[in-house]
């Protein structure tokens, strides 16, 4: 019979979890998923106000939008 100073006791903690694996699998795909989300809005922001940034320097230098001309009345 092997004593016990022979072989080693394995360590409890790099045994395999099954139950872990895929719970660890699933908050990955739901992490990816919301920083996938999260990205295309911070994208969609940035382009946003790049677009508002850019109309208001027009419009500084072109002197603004003037209202556009009141349109007579046609007379009957």
Do not use: H, I, Y
Not at 14 to 27: E, G, H, Q, V, Y
Request: charged share 20%; no cysteine; hydrophobic share 40%.
């Amino acid at each position: 019979m092997p004593s016990n100073e022979s072989t080693p006791m394995r360590n409890p903690w790099t045994k395999k979890n099954p139950m872990m694996s895929m719970w660890l699998s699933a908050a990955n795909k739901a992490m990816g998923s919301a920083r996938g989300q999260a990205t295309a809005a911070a994208k969609r922001q940035a382009a946003a106000t790049q677009a508002d940034a850019t109309r208001s320097v027009l419009d500084f230098w072109t002197g603004g939008t003037a209202k556009p001309a009141a349109k007579r009345k046609a007379r009957r």
